[in-house]
């Protein structure tokens, strides 16, 4: 049988993956830096990326490593994990002999001038540049960072979109089973993406928005300045890839919490 790690099982999307995992028949294995109890088909094992404790000991016997552990706009903390955190776990996924390690990064990222994203490119590259078999999996937004992102500006009593900005919001289930579905194959040594099944404006997106959570809101229409603004409205952030998700933003809607 198969034998998976994923770094960064206790996230949003590392949920959805080791369930994917667990359903596909893999041995499951998760990192944790706390001490979880084993349940829904999965192992934990106590590592931690910034400082390399017991990343040895989890890796051990792992055939495929689904690396997911991140921690965005925490500034150091964020390249620790991201840049540190990769090396660390290379290092020992090459003593052990993995065999394929997957990687997701985020759509766009070589072509939006953002700090986070400059950080997961040079994380790509440690990969890429690596002693382990990789598969690079580029993803568009989730679901549900659109649904925070506007939720957060609501708390103001409006929203502000950029109309010419488009968006590909994806579900973490959609993307799990993707990436269930790459661990059962080789090393494709390639940067391919996935997204959601449509690209909306951020205009459209806010609309549904407010109607799935029946509020009344303002929304002004601002373009968004500079190099970003550019980019974004460039439509770096969505793409044609293909296979795609599912799940579609309105279905998204429908299903989740207020």
């Known amino acids: 049988m198969t034998s998976v790690l994923v770094t960064g099982g206790s996230g949003r999307l590392g949920r959805a993956v080791l369930e994917s995992l667990a359903e596909a028949g893999y041995e499951v294995r998760a990192t944790s830096r706390t001490a979880r109890p084993a349940g829904g088909g999965v192992r934990w094992a106590v590592a931690d ?3 390399g404790r017991g990343v040895a000991a989890a890796v051990s016997g792992a055939d495929v490593i689904v690396h997911l552990a991140s921690a965005p706009y925490r500034g150091r903390y964020t390249r620790r994990v991201e840049l540190d955190g990769t090396s660390v776990l290379l290092a020992a996924a090459r003593e052990a002999g993995v065999r394929h390690l997957i990687y997701v990064s985020i759509v766009g990222v070589d072509r939006v001038p953002w700090g986070y994203f400059r950080t997961k490119v040079q994380a790509e590259r440690l990969v890429q540049g690596g002693p382990v078999p990789w598969t690079i999996v580029r993803a568009t937004q989730f679901h549900e960072f659109v649904a925070q992102a506007l939720r957060g500006m609501a708390r103001l ?3 502000i979109v950029d109309p010419g900005i488009a968006v590909q919001p994806v579900d973490v289930r959609d993307l799990a089973g993707h990436l269930a579905a790459l661990a059962g194959r080789g090393p494709g040594g390639e940067v391919q993406e996935y997204g959601g099944p449509e690209s909306l404006t951020m205009a459209e ?10 509020l009344r809101r303002p929304v002004l229409r601002l373009r968004l300045p500079g190099g ?3 980019a974004f409205r460039a439509g770096h952030l969505t793409t044609r890839a293909r296979p795609a998700g599912e799940i579609t933003w309105e279905a998204y809607l429908r299903q989740a919490q207020p």
């Open 49 to 51: 990326l910034t400082t």
């Open 157 to 159: 009593g409006f929203l």
């Open 205 to 214: 997106a806010a609309a549904s928005w407010l109607r799935a959570r029946r």
């Open 228 to 230: 970003l603004g550019r």
